[in-house]
């Protein structure tokens, strides 16, 4: 079998394209750090960002409209503004009665939804639990005392359901929403008996881990 050799001259190729230099970064863009997540965890601490402490993202249909971002206000470790909030009795609770004993506050997007219901009703079906380890349950949600009381006596609830009209109380925290805010964000906080954060649980999808998590934290302190 015959095999034909060529020979090639080394010459360069010559560019096709204009070289063109990387542009710089605008001075005024802003580099955002994102924090890994574990897949085992959703647990939050504090944030520390490299550009201001919200995110201001242009609307598709006007670049007038914004739509701004909510960052962690209450931190592990750190001490809740205290709130005085209508239950579905309309009685007045204020976070301060519970000083001597830790307390779990859940906030949560509204009475009914499907993943609201199964929260409530699994912070009901072991409330027991959250008793013997000295602990009272809190719900939030910006539903009014009226709509509470359905939502209670329907499910059987043993524990408050706090009405936090405005999202006053929702905002003052810094619960973040998800969806890009679309979605009021559902979020656990469990304080100890001196009234500082111990654990701050973020999970939208899965509304029973709230309890796990909160159930867990307790019996170790």
């Given at each position: 079998?015959?095999?034909?050799?060529?020979?090639?001259?080394?010459?360069?190729?010559?560019?096709?394209?204009?070289?063109?230099?990387?542009?710089?970064?605008?001075?005024?863009?802003?580099?955002?750090?994102?924090?890994?997540?574990?897949?085992?965890?959703?647990?939050?601490?504090?944030?520390?960002?490299?550009?201001?402490?919200?995110?201001?993202?242009?609307?598709?249909?006007?670049?007038?409209?914004?739509?701004?971002?909510?960052?962690?206000?209450?931190?592990?470790?750190?001490?809740?503004?205290?709130?005085?909030?209508?239950?579905?009795?309309?009685?007045?609770?204020?976070?301060?009665?519970?000083?001597?004993?830790?307390?779990?506050?859940?906030?949560?997007?509204a009475d009914e939804s499907p993943g609201c219901t199964k929260q409530a009703c699994a912070f009901r079906d072991s409330y027991e639990k959250f008793k013997k380890a000295?602990?009272?349950?809190?719900?939030?949600?910006?539903?009014?005392?009226?709509?509470?009381?359905?939502?209670?006596?329907?499910?059987?609830?043993?524990?408050?359901?706090?009405?936090?009209?405005?999202?006053?109380?929702?905002?003052?925290?810094?619960?973040?929403?998800?969806?890009?805010?679309?979605?009021?964000?559902?979020?656990?906080?469990?304080?100890?008996?001196?009234?500082?954060?111990?654990?701050?649980?973020?999970?939208?999808?899965?509304?029973?881990?709230?309890?796990?998590?909160?159930?867990?934290?307790?019996?170790?302190?």
């Amino acid at each position: 079998m015959a095999f034909l050799s060529l020979s090639l001259q080394k010459h360069p190729l010559p560019c096709l394209l204009p070289r063109q230099s990387p542009k710089p970064l605008s001075s005024s863009s802003h580099n955002l750090f994102i924090l890994p997540k574990s897949s085992h965890s959703h647990f939050y601490g504090t944030v520390k960002l490299a550009s201001p402490p919200s995110l201001s993202l242009p609307s598709s249909h006007s670049s007038s409209r914004k739509k701004t971002l909510v960052f962690a206000k209450v931190n592990k470790g750190g001490v809740p503004p205290i709130f005085t909030l209508k239950d579905q009795e309309v009685r007045d609770v204020t976070l301060s009665k519970f000083k001597g004993k830790p307390v779990v506050v859940y906030f949560y997007p509204a009475d009914e939804s499907p993943g609201c219901t199964k929260q409530a009703c699994a912070f009901r079906d072991s409330y027991e639990k959250f008793k013997k380890a000295g602990a009272e349950v809190v719900g939030i949600s910006v539903d009014d005392p009226s709509s509470h009381k359905e939502f209670a006596k329907k499910y059987s609830l043993p524990y408050a359901l706090l009405s936090d009209e405005g999202n006053k109380i929702r905002n003052e925290w810094g619960v973040p929403g998800d969806l890009f805010g679309t979605l009021p964000g559902r979020q656990t906080y469990v304080l100890d008996k001196n009234g500082v954060v111990q654990l701050i649980y973020n999970n939208q999808f899965e509304p029973e881990k709230h309890i796990d998590e909160t159930l867990k934290l307790l019996q170790s302190i």
